[in-house]
């Protein structure tokens, strides 16, 4: 079975500063997706980015960035010009590429609770 | 752009009590999922659903749960005895082939 983990339980950063979250998994398979997803206060769960891990070449998605190392199975995100508003819960997620049509289900971490401060 | 919706939004109910958590997954979605994130806690696996039946279903997913699309439209969650212990926010999500859309969650309350 798959694990997901984050091992910061907390981050903070300054607005407009840079901030990495990380995030480790383990899977025996050699095809997969990441992601992450942000979960403000409301609860919602939004996804902030993918990475096929067939794809050598990180994902970008406006000021949220991955640093992809499948060798050492590592999946961090960085966050650019952080903005009050990218205060929220960080999860990262596994899932098999191919589950046999039927199941696409996740795999969560715990979560890194991101604060910024103004 | 579609999004997944979820009803109520907040249910609160006595220990014991039936409880079914709706959704309406986006149109076009084939595989249909709940997930459940127990407070400050990791959002957990619950079923899948694909083809009128379930196709995976967590330990979480005991006896007391029960899936169902009773119509075209809408996917519930039934917890037929709830516990102190369900009381926790409840996800839906859709997919293609492809990546889950989640709705917006309804937190449940067992007093």
């Known amino acids: 079975a798959q694990t997901v983990t984050q091992s910061q339980p907390e981050m903070s950063v300054q607005e407009a500063e840079t901030v990495t979250l990380s995030c480790t998994y383990d899977?025996?398979?050699?095809?997969?997706?990441l992601f992450w997803y942000k979960q403000p206060p409301s609860r919602q769960m939004i996804l902030v980015i993918r990475?096929?891990?067939?794809?050598?070449q990180n994902a970008t998605e406006n000021r949220f960035s991955v640093n992809f190392q499948k060798a050492a199975k590592s999946f961090s995100l960085k966050i650019s010009d952080s903005q009050l508003g990218d205060a929220a819960m960080y999860f990262c997620?596994?899932?098999?590429?191919?589950?046999?049509?039927?199941?696409?289900?996740?795999?969560f971490g715990k979560g890194t609770l991101l604060t910024v401060n103004p | 752009e579609p999004e997944v919706t979820q009803t109520p939004s907040h249910q609160v109910t006595q220990m014991g009590q039936e409880v079914i958590l709706r959704c309406v997954p986006i149109?076009?979605?084939?595989?249909f999922y709940w997930y459940r994130q127990i407070l400050g806690q990791k959002v957990e696996f619950l079923v899948s659903?694909?083809?009128?039946?379930?196709?995976?279903k967590s330990e979480i997913f005991d006896d007391q749960f029960s899936v169902e699309r009773p119509d075209g439209s809408n996917f519930t969650l039934k917890i037929r005895s709830t516990k102190l212990e369900d009381s926790a926010m409840y996800f839906c999500?859709?997919?293609?082939?492809?990546?889950?859309?989640f709705g917006p969650g309804t937190r449940l309350t067992v007093t």
């Open positions: 899977t025996s398979e050699s095809d997969y997706y």
């Open positions: 149109s076009n979605h084939l595989y």
């Open positions: 999500a859709s997919s293609e082939p492809g990546f889950l859309y």
């Open positions: 659903f694909y083809n009128n039946e379930i196709s995976e």
């Open positions: 990475q096929e891990a067939y794809k050598q």
């Open positions: 997620a596994y899932r098999s590429l191919n589950s046999g049509g039927s199941n696409y289900k996740l795999t």
